[in-house]
């Protein structure tokens, strides 16, 4: 697409009427809310509405496409955590009275007291940060699948296809994930809102979570309103994605490698040699019983804990290479 095009285009856009376009007998619906979310948003409406808007909470909703207002977020994790203090006061008495009846007094009261609090302020904080790390799981989601996504988008615009119709037709590819729904959402703006393909195009930059994918969109505003061909960008943006997409790969088998050997040393030869140091020096030392149980704690929480982590973070590894 020519810079000529593109400047017709928009300015085409900017005179024309758009009207907001709908299937035929569908009606415009919002996002609405669970039973639960109606009812923390009737209890904690006031608190809620009392307190300045948190810039950075809407920002990282819409960044996750966490589709709630949010001061309505906020009620629903009040509410939640209500719903969670009370939740653990009952579970930790009723634990606290059964270690107090079998004898243990001072564990049933730190029990009864500290079960409470962390499932109140657990709750709290783990609710209200959800937004964030949903927008950097969508991040990291975008920038795996973004190579793939930019040969599709070459290839498109090496048949001089409109730039509304290439992102029209990268939100249909589902098989790209996340970088489908960030195109989707351009052309949401551009079809059902009546924005100009730049203008949507920059709003997809600033409400995208990935920061290589805000570059692109960048860049294509940039190579448009500056004069330059899009034809070129394109394929220059696809060679750097493939480059840098191979490294990534490299480095995380690199990784994967690294920590194979880590864990032969790790939880394969260390144990085994801990476990006949403590078995000798429970026959010769005469220490038996605390020796034995230091064994069973070795052989039935440190052997297992130490594989799952690693069976867990090679799985991760393997999941962000897929």
């Known amino acids: 697409m020519s810079p000529a095009d593109a400047g017709a285009n928009v300015g085409a856009t900017q005179v024309a009427t758009r009207t907001v376009r709908l299937k035929r007998g569908e009606q415009p619906t919002h996002s609405g809310l669970t039973a639960f979310q109606r009812w923390c948003w009737r209890t904690f409406r006031r608190r809620v509405l009392e307190r300045p808007p948190d810039p950075i909470l809407e920002e990282n909703l819409l960044k996750a496409h966490i589709r709630i207002r949010a001061d309505e977020y906020m009620a629903t994790v009040y509410g939640s955590t209500l719903v969670a203090g009370i939740g653990t006061l009952v579970a930790g008495i009723v634990v606290g009275l059964l270690f107090v009846l079998s004898g243990s007094l001072l564990i049933g009261l730190v029990i009864g007291i500290l079960l409470p609090i962390l499932g109140t302020v657990g709750t709290f904080f783990v609710l209200q940060s959800t937004p964030g790390s949903k927008a950097k799981e969508r991040g990291r989601k975008i920038d795996r699948k973004i190579s793939p996504a930019m040969s599709f988008v070459s290839a498109m615009a090496s048949a001089d296809v409109n730039v509304d119709q290439i992102f029209k037709e990268l939100g249909q590819q589902k098989i790209y994930g996340e970088v489908a729904e960030e195109a989707a959402w351009i052309t949401r703006d551009t079809e059902l809102l009546g924005v100009d393909i730049l203008t949507a195009i920059r709003i997809g930059a600033q409400r995208s979570p990935s920061k290589r994918f805000q570059d692109f ?101 393997a999941q962000e290479m897929t």
């Open 217 to 317: 969109l960048q860049g294509v505003v940039t190579t448009a309103t500056s004069g330059g061909l899009l034809k070129p960008y394109f394929l220059q943006k696809a060679e750097q994605y493939e480059r840098e997409n191979k490294l990534d790969m490299l480095q995380r088998v690199e990784t994967m490698g690294l920590m194979a050997e880590t864990f032969v040393t790790v939880v394969v030869a260390f144990p085994l040699f801990l476990v006949i140091i403590i078995a000798i020096f429970a026959i010769i030392g005469g220490g038996g019983t605390f020796m034995i149980d230091i064994l069973w704690g070795i052989v039935g929480a440190l052997i297992p804990l130490a594989q799952f982590g690693f069976i867990f973070f090679m799985y991760s590894l």
